[in-house]
């Protein structure tokens, strides 16, 4: 019979068994495709996202992700940008151990934000929790909300899988939306096909479902993950910005709409025009002018990140620049711009993209780029202005932009341009060495090396160093554990070809091993070549995006008392990769060493990979060859 505490008594099971079943996440069983290479799995991936209006929309969003193991610990951590459009709303997380057991709950206090950022001024917050636990595997999961207000230009994109070596099992993206709005879609690495279903509510819905998605190894030079995952972009056709509206069709209308944002604020005070007479009055050329304003640009104004105005889309008052002495990639150009427009020379407000080489041709979007220069075409020649650092020699297209796609800014509308990039071969490096050494294996090298375009870029910044930074700079690149540098000094050619020379001083009390009668010496103390690789299976193309030059000559005097017993073999390597040759000589107990590797830029087939491995190997092993002191019979 049923009685009062019997009853009491299910009642109790059932609060226990609902508690239970709140501190437990059921997880299935991973198959071993899914193991392959991952160091975290996403086990679920479901975002909601809601367009309320041309100015408001919500997401929800839930992700439970595995980590496998401590290569993966970062995947766990929960990280999230918001700007003045967007506000966290909801938030709540949980970790649970191997077997699906609650270790704790996060709590939206949990989270950590900050506002900082390089720049002086921004709407962005970012919240973050740093995500840990006793042993692997673990699995977290999160639940979060955002509203957005005030306009939207572009959807949250549905990118589940971000980095290399994670899988998915499986993955949502829903979408809601009122019949009569208009989107583009743009999908990448995945099926575009998403089919329409009404929502009462709302007008209608999309859905789009990835599941047993493979981990993707981060295979040495290979391209970067961005352009292998799958990934869908959504951007209204119409769209309004902080009352602001534009046509997002194409880069045409969206840069009809980039254009109206730079209206009046290119208006200079007249203490700023008296100044550009002033500046430019010498100036025969209209290059010359160009110079003397850039120049002057570099002198009185610094960069600051600064995400306000219009979504962080439009700069700052050209007058407001000159008169705080501070701007942002927009702020500067804008500045720029109008400096150039006051003497009579027009220049070209140019959106770009740092990581991304190449804009998607036949799909607009505010989030493919992510910075501002400026072309100033001029009769015989185009210049690409970089702003917001003075430090670039005038005239130099840098290697963050140097052949990548830009969007001119123009009255007309946007135009896709690609800017102009350096041969391969221009990109060059040389170490000019002689080397004394004494008969215990010490030495003492006066060294010089000259740094050309992209190679003077990577190591420009010692000129700002002080000389203890100078000194482990070039120590970190000698492959002689035990070297001293002193004695440096460099000289900069700030051209539009720029280069730089350093000359410096090695001292080694081992630079050769010595065993019994005889000295082992390095060839080449200066370079190591290409990393060598592992030949196994590829399963993307080869990516070498950097191609360069480097050429050096070392003259090696060798002491009285020693003879030369073996040198290294000459060497001469002609692959479709690149080029290395190798030549030694002796002559008047001086060794005289030339070295030259040509690496070409470009992708390559997987089935390549093999001949690539070699390639990098041979050379590897060219650069650390030895040659062989013996001392004189007494």
Request: charged content about 25%; glycine content about 6%; hydrophobic content about 35%.
């Amino acid at each position: 019979m049923w009685n009062k505490k019997t009853t009491l008594f299910i009642i109790f099971l059932a609060i226990v068994s609902t508690i239970n079943a709140q501190n437990r996440i059921e997880l299935t069983n991973l198959p071993d495709s899914l193991k392959e290479s991952a160091y975290s799995v996403i086990r679920e991936s479901e975002e909601e996202f809601r367009y309320l209006s041309d100015i408001n929309g919500e997401l929800k969003s839930t992700k439970v992700i595995t980590i496998l193991d401590s290569k993966g610990k970062e995947d766990g951590n929960f990280i999230y940008s918001v700007d003045q459009f967007e506000s966290l709303e909801k938030f709540r997380g949980a970790i649970y151990d191997a077997n699906g057991n609650l270790i704790r709950k996060i709590k939206q206090s949990d989270l950590k934000s900050t506002e900082y950022f390089s720049g002086l001024a921004s709407d962005q917050k970012t919240y973050y929790f740093e995500c840990d636990a006793a042993s692997y595997p673990f699995t977290v999961k999160y639940e979060w909300e955002i509203k957005f207000k005030n306009g939207l230009i572009g959807l949250p994109p549905f990118i589940p899988q971000t980095t290399f070596n994670q899988s998915v099992e499986k993955a949502i993206y829903r979408f809601y939306a009122p019949e009569n709005v208009a989107f583009l879609y743009k999908a990448i690495n995945m099926s575009p096909t998403s089919e329409k279903k009404n929502d009462k509510k709302e007008g209608y819905y999309q859905e789009w479902t990835l599941s047993n998605i493979k981990a993707i190894e981060n295979e040495p030079y290979s391209e970067s993950i961005s352009s292998l995952i799958p990934r869908l972009y959504i951007v209204p056709r119409n769209f309004t910005l902080e009352n602001t509206h534009g046509d997002m069709s194409n880069w045409n209308t969206f840069g009809s709409w980039q254009y109206g944002l730079l209206k009046e604020r290119d208006i200079l005070t007249d203490a700023s025009r008296q100044k550009l007479i002033e500046i430019t009055k010498n100036c025969k050329s209209d290059r010359e002018k160009v110079k003397a304003i850039y120049d002057y640009l570099g002198q009185t104004t610094r960069y600051v990140s600064i995400q306000l105005g219009i979504g962080g889309l439009q700069p700052m008052q050209a007058s407001e620049v000159a008169k705080t002495g501070f701007g942002d990639c927009k702020g500067l150009s804008n500045y720029m711009r109008a400096m150039l427009k006051e003497v009579g020379i027009p220049s070209v407000y140019t959106v770009i993209s740092t990581d991304k080489v190449r804009l998607i041709k036949d799909f607009a979007s505010a989030s493919q780029m992510n910075h501002v220069i400026l072309q100033v075409p001029l009769k015989d020649e185009t210049l690409w202005l970089e702003c917001t650092n003075p430090e670039l020699p005038f005239g130099f297209v840098h290697s963050l932009i140097a052949g990548h796609d830009a969007l001119l800014v123009k009255e007309t509308g946007g135009e896709v341009f690609r800017l102009p990039s350096y041969k391969d071969s221009l990109n060059t490096e040389s170490n000019n060495a002689v080397i004394t050494l004494n008969e215990q294996g010490s030495a003492v090298a006066n060294v010089i090396r000259t740094s050309n375009l992209f190679q003077y870029e990577s190591i420009s910044g010692i000129t700002k160093l002080s000389p203890t930074k100078q000194i482990d700079e070039l120590r970190e690149e000698i492959q002689l554990p035990q070297a001293r540098v002193n004695n440096v000094s460099c000289m900069e050619n700030k051209s539009a070809m720029p280069s730089i020379k350093i000359n410096y001083k090695v001292d080694c009390e081992q630079y050769g091993t010595k065993t019994g009668n005889r000295l082992f010496i390095p060839m080449n103390v200066f370079r190591k070549g290409p990393r060598k690789l592992v030949n196994k299976k590829r399963i993307h193309l080869i990516s070498v995006s950097y191609g360069y030059l480097d050429s050096d000559t070392i003259t090696i005097e060798i002491p009285n008392n020693y003879v030369v017993e073996s040198l290294p073999k000459p060497t001469n390597i002609d692959e479709k990769f690149g080029k290395f040759s190798s030549s030694i000589s002796l002559n008047d107990n001086k060794i005289h060493v030339i070295n030259q590797l040509f690496f070409h830029s470009g992708k390559y087939e997987t089935q390549l990979y093999p001949e690539f491995t070699a390639f990098c190997k041979e050379v590897s092993n060219a650069y650390s060859n030895k040659i062989i002191l013996k001392k004189k019979a007494e």
